[in-house]
């Protein structure tokens, strides 16, 4: 299916199925006089006029989560927010997760997940050259991040991007008979894949014993229906998938081959360049994404801080 008729039929599908839940989203925004400019064609949009060091209203924050639900990538610029108030802002949207890498958690405030190639003293201050696969965050556990908030605090002049890639459009433009096959599939996922992957690149210490009994292996549904949204969305990412359940890790390899492949198609990606102090909050459970490390990890500064907002169990 060409990325026109998806386009088409997406269309159709939201004149005919109009809901009171998509009613009341558009009404939220109108109500929170929200200024938004799309970020691409296939996901993404900047919200303007917000200042993340003020307490958000109620009628705010649900525009914003409807928002979040019509594009699955919010970007805000110019937000020069303390950690206190970046974790007061992500609270507005459920409760935090605290990583697993407790060593990277911010000291006092473990809400924030630090990815930082700054050294003092001989070593990182935060958790550096990671995410160089795709993935959802928190796709490990048993009940995977509804979204995460990441600040920038200093980028790379050149590189250091991360791309994302909307699921929900690469499941609608599937063929039916694929579909049907990947509904009835789940999926065994594991983080000790993503440590392997990073390994690679030799940026990461071994999984502690702590660490590999805080995430066995977990199961999910190979398709994920959007809770918000009711929208079907791939949910098998190559840094935590292993095998389908029932299958081995050789039966299974071609279809996740191919779903690696076609999930991350040029025409469902959105590439975000940094800027200092930009605030980028993203939905796991519609896309995937990818930190690009194409720059000088000596030389150029890269400093993140990030929230994970807790989610529910994958239907």
Known sequence: MSLAEVTESRRKTSR???TPKSKNRKASVRKAKLDIRPASQVLGAEIRGIDQREKQSAVMIAALRDTLCKY??????????????????SRRFGKLEHHVLAEYLLPGIPEIYV???????????GR?????????????????????IMHALE??????????????AAYEALSDGMKKLL???????HFAKARFLSAQ??????????????????????????????KKALYISPGF????????????????????????????IYRHKWRPHDVVFWDNRSLMHYAVQDYDHAKDRRHMQRTTISGGKPI
């Open 183 to 189: 509904d009835g599939l789940q999926v065994v996922n």
């Open 128 to 148: 550096a050259g990671v995410g160089e696969y795709w993935h959802s965050d928190l796709q490990y556990l048993a009940k995977p991040s509804l979204g995460s």
């Open 241 to 268: 998938a292993l095998n389908f359940v029932g299958m081995t890790e050789a039966e299974s390899r071609p279809i996740l081959e191919f779903i690696y492949e076609h999930s991350i198609n040029l025409r469902f």
């Open 16 to 18: 005919a199925k109009t």
């Open 155 to 168: 980028v790379p002049e050149v590189g250091g991007d991360t791309m994302f890639a909307n699921q929900t």
């Open 72 to 89: 699955s990538l919010l970007l805000f610029r110019d937000q020069d927010i303390t950690p206190e108030r970046h974790v007061a802002f």
């Open 115 to 125: 990815l930082s190639n700054i050294r003092k003293r001989g070593k990182t201050i």
């Open 201 to 230: 690149v030799g940026m990461v210490r071994p999984f502690s014993d702590d660490e590999l009994k805080k995430t066995p292996p977990v199961v999910h549904p190979a398709v994920r229906t959007h809770p918000e949204t009711g």
